[in-house]
């Protein structure tokens, strides 16, 4: 697992993938089990440059040692399996950055091998992007509540072809009637880069994901800022409808948003909070009741048991506090 913060002399530079950052910054990775894609695409930039998807480009510059056989093979590595098991600390995981779980050529069984991971590590959250809306009605019954099933915006070329402007607004109605035939908690859309006006085929779908991602569109360090008006629509589509958006960091916006949807957490019985030597603390309760963590001098973690396993798991106090706000918000035992 590949975690998405870089810092130098101890200061934070990039958080990578920020969408990843569900539990605040410093808690997103990326994990990829199965590597490489076959979609070929490859996006026409408003200067009439054509840019290559970003993986392509890691697998075959900075990452070619790990991708002998380029991006375009299939790849599959059972021994990183286990990793986010390893994890005990709650992160958001981007299980497909460089491949595409439900592209056609993945076997089921490798598909189903990483569904189970993402079962079994119930205390994270893992994301999902594909570009092939129907696998994923494929494993429909196979899904876990803590993955969320996202689809990415059609590319300007994809299989080898150019896609006439109807063929990818019949690529992004077909996606979204696949993502409301799912059953989970979170369903989103990944609409990086926006490149064409995407509010009206939304509109007509009939379909509210849970989830919006807005981005810009790049080619190496050159940024393209999509159509504000675009922008605009889609912002009032998710008010609306009461959609939380993410703005990506390439996307110069000034009301900024950085947005995550709610979710089902995973049930937990806290235990105490210990300080930062590991020493086990009383619990501290305000007089409503409400658990304070956190409270006193230094870092401190909490102590909590999983109910479904029994499992103990420390967890960061801000993680312990994002899980009570949210289970008080949203009237959770």
């Keep these: 697992m590949n975690k998405q913060l870089k810092t130098s002399n101890g200061e934070v530079v990039s958080l990578g993938i920020e969408w990843t950052h569900v539990f605040g910054p410093g808690s ?5 089990p199965v590597a490489g894609c076959r979609h070929g695409c ?3 930039m ?9 993986a392509k480009v890691v697998a075959e510059g900075l990452a070619a040692a790990t991708y002998p056989e380029g991006f375009q093979a299939h790849y599959w590595r059972p021994d990183k399996l286990d990793e986010p098991l390893r994890l005990e600390t709650p992160a958001g995981v981007f299980l ?21 991971v993402v079962r079994r590590a119930h205390w994270h959250v893992f994301f999902s992007l594909t ?3 129907p696998g994923l009605l494929r494993y429909a019954a196979h899904l876990p509540p803590n993955l969320w099933a996202g689809v990415s915006m059609p590319p300007t070329f994809m ?17 979204l009637e696949v993502l409301a035939a799912l059953d989970v908690p979170v369903r989103w859309l990944s ?13 007509r779908s009939g379909f509210v994901p849970e989830w919006l991602v807005i981005g810009a569109a790049s080619n190496g360090r050159v940024k393209f800022q999509p159509d504000p008006e675009w922008v ?50 009383d619990p501290v309760r305000r007089p409503d009741g409400r658990v304070v963590v956190g409270s006193g001098k230094g870092p401190r973690n909490a102590l909590i048991r999983w109910a479904d396993t029994g499992e103990l798991c420390v967890v960061p106090a801000r993680t312990l506090r994002l899980y009570e706000k949210w289970r008080r918000s949203d009237g959770q035992p």
């Design 159 to 175: 299989w080898g072809k150019r896609l006439s402007s109807d063929a990818q607004s019949r690529l992004l109605k077909r996606a």
């Design 232 to 281: 605009r629509a889609v912002h009032d589509f998710a008010d609306r409808h009461g959609i939380p958006v993410f703005h990506k960091g390439n996307l110069r916006w000034q009301a900024r948003r950085e947005d995550f949807p709610r979710w089902p957490l995973p049930r937990y019985v806290y235990v105490g909070h210990r300080a930062h030597k590991g020493r086990l603390a």
């Design 191 to 203: 609409l990086e880069p926006l490149s064409f006006d995407v509010a009206p085929v939304l509109e």
């Design 42 to 44: 490859r996006w026409e």
């Design 131 to 133: 570009k092939n809306a």
């Design 28 to 32: 997103g990775y990326t994990w990829n």
């Design 96 to 116: 497909d950055s460089m491949s595409d779980l439900f592209g056609h050529w993945v076997p089921e069984n490798e598909v189903l091998g990483v569904l189970d």
């Design 46 to 54: 408003p200067d009439g440059s054509v840019a290559e998807c970003y």
